[in-house]
Nanobody, 123 residues
Framework: QVQLVESGGGLVQVGDSLRLSCVAS????????VGWFRQAPGKEREFVAR????????HFADSVKGRFSISRDNAKNTVYLQMNSLKPEDTAVYYC????????????????WGQGTQVTVSS
């Protein structure tokens, strides 16, 4: 059983940057693919980014390509989502999720979820 805790959200201005962190406990972190998802009010949860077990491969939603990056430090059981050039449409609750095998943008494929962290981008 893996427990995930996100942090780093907040209120920022258009064009600012934020770095979200997802810290895992309860499992061998390098055994898990980690994804970031977000959910805005009134909208469905959507895929943002994904990183494979040792960070060898990453994948991004088209809406964040070129602005967001994802990385992981398995020694610290942590995955980071660096968000640059933030836009109002990036406003959402951001969730990290983990799974041993998920290589898909589908949220249903991930077994473990954090509680989320709010990101608000003000214009």
């Amino acid at each position: 059983q893996v427990q995930l805790v996100e942090s780093g959200g907040g209120l920022v201005q258009v064009g600012d940057s934020l770095r979200l962190s997802c810290v895992a406990s309860g499992g061998t972190f390098s055994n898990y693919v980690v994804g970031w998802f977000r959910q805005a009010p009134g909208k469905e949860r959507e895929f943002v980014a994904r990183i494979t077990w040792r960070g060898g491969s990453t994948h991004f939603a088209d809406s964040v390509k070129g602005r967001f990056s994802i990385s992981r430090d398995n020694a610290k059981n942590t995955v980071y989502l660096q968000m640059n050039s933030l836009k109002p449409e990036d406003t959402a609750v951001y969730y990290c999720a983990a799974d041993r095998t998920a290589l898909t943008p589908s949220s249903g494929a991930y077994d473990y979820w954090g509680q989320g962290t709010q990101v608000t981008v003000s214009s």
